[in-house]
């Protein structure tokens, strides 16, 4: 039997993997481990979608997704989405709103105080650009700085950076890291103005 002690282990190491951002081989030990945190996703995802559950019960749902524990001041209208969950990080006060949906296997990495909108689509995971290795997968991260607001129906590529205080306009896709304090919209997304914070 495994312990949990040993389940946090693997997890860990799963993690450091996809921090290296290196070439995941179809059909590998690790590329194996994809599918295993696929399924409890689903299993989980699966009773997070299909009732309701106070906002309490949201949280702990989504603790046992990412196997972190998440602070009392996030929210999340679900449904959510992803097929990991394990390399999500949350800060405080976040709010996720309906029919998100996180490919973190790169790791995704949101501070505090951000909202994202509905419809919102992150990635972490490019397939190789050789037709006869496709199968074969890239990680690259993405984090979202603090006091971010991500419009509704955005789509955020892998290995992008969106600065503190940044605002990004609905169905924008963010193919390239966006400044901090900085308004970004369109496809590829592109800074249009720039923000003074005020407090």
Known sequence: MIT???EQTVLEVFRQAMAKREHVVAGSPLFAQFHQYSQEALQITMELNNKYHTPHEVRALFSRL??????SSFGLFPPFYTDCGKN???GKNVFINVCCRFQDQGGITIGDDVLIGHNTTIATLNHDINPYTRGNLTPAAVTIG???WIGS??????GVTIGEGAIIGAGSVV???IPANSIAVGNPARVIK???PAK
């Open 153 to 158: 129906d955005c789509t955020i590529l892998p």
């Open 194 to 196: 720039q923000i003074v």
């Open 146 to 148: 603090s006091r971010v």
């Open 88 to 90: 999500i990080t949350v």
């Open 4 to 6: 949990a002690e040993k």
């Open 66 to 71: 990412t196997g972190r524990e998440t602070d």
């Open 175 to 177: 193919t390239k890291s």
